[in-house]
């Protein structure tokens, strides 16, 4: 089993910066795509980033393309979520997850089988 931990979230305001992480434990880290989701009160859990095993290649949601990025050292099996030009609709839970499936479908919330407990990121007008 991959156990995931997220941490770096905060009450910030809008064109300020957060650095998430997500620590794992186990020695399996590298062989799985790591995404990045959210959900806000009332609305789906939705993707928002994910990084290739070897941390080579990247995939964002328009809405946070040029703003976030998306990072993994699997030295500390650990994966990154920098996020600039925060907005208030940035407000949410942020998710790491493992997926072991596909990079065609890093997208998919339901292809990831390991989830983090959430951390949350509350951005101010």
């Known amino acids: 089993q991959v156990h995931l931990v997220a941490s770096g979230g905060g009450l910030v305001q809008a064109g300020d910066s957060l650095r998430l992480s997500c620590a794992t434990s186990g020695r399996t880290f590298s062989t799985y795509i790591m995404g990045w989701f959210r959900q806000a009160p009332g609305k789906e859990r939705e993707f928002v980033a994910a990084?290739?095993?070897?941390?080579?290649?990247?995939y964002y949601e328009d809405s946070v393309k040029g703003r976030f990025t998306v990072s993994r050292d699997n030295a500390r099996n650990t994966v990154y979520l920098e996020m600039n030009s925060l907005k208030p609709e940035d407000t949410a839970v942020y998710y790491c997850?493992?997926?072991?499936?596909?990079?065609?479908?890093?997208?998919?919330?339901?292809?990831?089988?390991?989830w983090g407990q959430g951390t949350q990121v509350t951005v101010s007008s």
């Open positions: 990084v290739s095993r070897n941390g080579g290649t990247t």
């Open positions: 997850a493992a997926n072991s499936y596909s990079w065609d479908a890093a997208f998919r919330t339901n292809l990831y089988a390991y």
